[in-house]
Each structure stands twice: as C-alpha cells, then as structure tokens.
C-alpha cells in the first residue's frame, strides 16, 4: 500500500487509517468494494468503475457522501501525491456502526493505491488451470467485499496446480471467484448472463468480439468447449487450459482467446492516450 489514503474524509496517511472494530463490514462482512488498474497514472476505465462503485453502495442500502465527480478528483489527487504507475486502486465502503450490530447504517469510505503483480508471461502464453465448485456468488449484482468461501478454497489450489475455481450450480455455469468467464465453441464466443458480477472487462471484452451470445451452458459445456478464458481488471485475458483434470481443447490458448488478449492490451493503450490527451 502507498504511504497516502483517503479515509476520515481527508487524505491522510495510510498508516493512520482506521475502522471501528465494530463496523458491520468487519463483524458481519457487509461492505462493498470496486478494485481498478492505472496505466501509467491513467486509471482504466475510471468511469465505468465509478459508476459500478455508485451503484453497488445503492444497491446495498449505504450512504455514499461522494458524487462521481467528487471521487475521481480524490483518485487524481492520490495518484498525484502517491506517484502512482501502473498500479491498482481500491475503493471501500463499509457497512457501518449499526445500533444493533446488523442493520446498515453509514459508513467510511477508504480509498487505496496498492501495487500490482500481474499473472505472469508464462501463464498467458499457456493458460491455466481451474477447478469445478458447486456454487453461486451471493448478491452477485453488488460488489461486496464477501469472499469467505473463495478465500478458504485458495487454501488448497496451489497443491492442485490451480489458478482459481470456476462455479456452477443447478445445470448452469456462472462465473470464477474473480473473474467472468467465456467458452468458444466453433467460433463462437458465449458468455453467461445470470448469476454473475458484471465486469468492467468483460464490458469491454464484449465490445472488442462484437457478436458473444449472452447464453446459459453447463459444466460439460465448458469442459467439451475449443477453448475458454476468463477476464477480470487483474488478470486482463486469462487462457483457461484446463478444468479439473480435464484438457480444454488442444491445451493451448486458441486464436480467439489470443486475438481479444491482443486487441485488449491496444484497448488499454488506447484509452490512456484518450485521457492523457484530454
């Protein structure tokens, strides 16, 4: 973490920021959170982000005292005063100090520069693994900061040279713990639509392919597609290879998967240019 924050409603340093012990977001883990990439100092698809942001505290029932407008002049200003490059931004908001210790009540609003490890060049040029787990994110339409059951998986992955986990539940695939996920399947690409956080980069995935099928597909789907990936603000476009212990594909990442990993990083550049010009 940066050696300054927003929190308390100031700038400040990030060592003095502090959350009451009693804040719902840490005894009940109600709160919400938006996580995004710079590019240089350029956030990436600020407004997009921002907007998820809003609307997550909305959907959550949490007083925001911040307007959109007022929350990128405080990123800015971070990212100034932090000299932040290529590196993450974390927005929290917490559930607050409620008189009954349940109910949302209003909260505090933290912001952080973090560094950022990218997967590594190994792993985009040969994809990875996933495993298979009966489930569906709860609340999937707000971001919260609830990820108790990927958290206590992770324990486990590494021993099963894994990535991440991939959820399906009654019949339908939905989504990796962080990340939307994507099948190509004689040429065309299908993403779900149900039961999922909507991803700012699967936003743009989604405008870079043109014609994906917004379609319900079950586990054996995805195991028998040409091939699969995935994508979140910290993985970009991820190859998935491998699924359990089944082979997707040829066990390489396939010419869609490479071409959108391709045209995404022009996208990025892109879009830092846009906003350095203006």
Known sequence: MKPYCFANDTITDSKGASLHPLD??????YA???FFRTVGTHPLFLEDYLKRFTLSAEKAGLPLDYSRDELR???????????????????????????NHFLPARGQLFIFCEPLMLPSQEK???????????????LPAIKTTN???????SLDWKSQGAEDVVYHHDGRVSESSRSNIFLVKQGQIYTPQRDILWGITRKKVMELAGNISLSDFSLEDLLNADEVFISSTTKRILPITRIDEVQVGNGKPGPHTRKLMADFLTMEIENAGAVKRN
Request: proline fraction near 3%; include cysteine.
């Open 24 to 29: 719902i977001g840490l005894i009940r883990g």
């Open 32 to 34: 919400i959170f938006d």
């Open 73 to 99: 002049d405080i990123i800015y200003q971070l990212i100034e005063k932090n000299d932040h490059k290529d590196g993450g931004i974390r927005m929290v908001l917490t559930g607050g100090i409620s008189a």
């Open 124 to 138: 985009y040029e040969n994809g990875v693994k996933l495993l298979s787990v009966d489930y569906v994110r709860p």
């Open 147 to 153: 990820y108790t059951y990927p958290c206590w998986l």
